[in-house]
């Protein structure tokens, strides 16, 4: 069964340093997501993309946050400057159709700690 | 704005007995509500889910029902077994945007 994978799994790195995260969606899916999971909380909606632009952003999705479709296969969430407040578990996430009602399955999730 | 409330917080179940989720949305746009099942160190993996025009869908164990005009709806888990020890989040989506709006998740947990 096809599934969105995401690397790494885990990434720490320091308080206003850059990190990339990395997302291949299933192969015939058009609409890409990003959510995050601050731990023991919910899961956030952050941005999601379609033909190789935003479609959708929450306001937790500011300047310092970036996504980019650089090939026919990642998907990439950046964040520039990273805060002690960007740790949490991003999950990456792919639909068909993207209409909302179309099922978004999700990786498995990269944990990012800011130290 | 919360768009999606989720109770209970947490819930512990003897094995065989019943699981029930309650979920009470805002939005009268929202025509997708699905149900994830996440277990720790994983991702959400999509359960069940369901449309505003049926009033209770049934996939094995699993069953959702639908309150339209309470803007409610919930997720009973029939004869619950230790494996569905998990963390459940309903969501929501639907109208003009393609977000998922999620609850704010239960704890379930099965006592063998």
């Known amino acids: 069964e096809p599934e969105v994978t995401q690397t790494p799994s885990h990434q720490v790195t320091q308080m206003g340093q850059e990190v990339i995260l990395r997302c291949v969606p299933i192969?015939?899916?058009?609409?890409f997501y990003w959510y995050r999971q601050i731990l023991g909380q919910k899961v956030e909606f952050l941005v999601s993309?379609?033909?190789?632009?935003?479609?959708?952003k929450s306001e937790i999705f500011d300047d310092q946050f970036s996504v980019e479709r650089p090939d026919g296969s990642n998907f990439t969430l950046k964040i520039r400057s990273t805060k002690l407040e960007d740790s949490a578990m991003y999950f990456c996430?792919?639909?068909?159709?993207?209409?909302?009602?179309?099922?978004?399955?999700f990786g498995p999730g990269t944990r990012l700690t800011v130290l | 704005q919360q768009q999606v409330k989720q109770s209970p917080q947490s819930l512990i179940v003897q094995k065989g007995g019943i699981s029930i989720i309650n979920c009470a949305y805002e939005n009268t746009a929202f025509d997708y509500f699905p149900w994830y099942q996440q277990f720790p160190g994983k991702g959400p993996a999509l359960l069940i889910a369901i449309r505003p025009d049926v009033s209770e869908k049934k996939e094995g164990r699993f069953t959702i029902s639908f309150n339209k005009s309470a803007k409610q709806f919930s997720l009973h888990i029939m004869d619950s077994q230790p494996g569905d020890s998990a963390t459940y989040f309903c969501a929501a989506s639907g109208g003009t945007g393609n977000q998922f709006y999620f609850g704010t998740g239960t704890s379930l947990t099965v006592i063998p």
């Open positions: 192969s015939n899916h058009l609409y």
């Open positions: 993309f379609y033909n190789n632009e935003i479609s959708e």
């Open positions: 996430a792919s639909s068909g159709q993207g209409a909302g009602t179309d099922t978004q399955y």
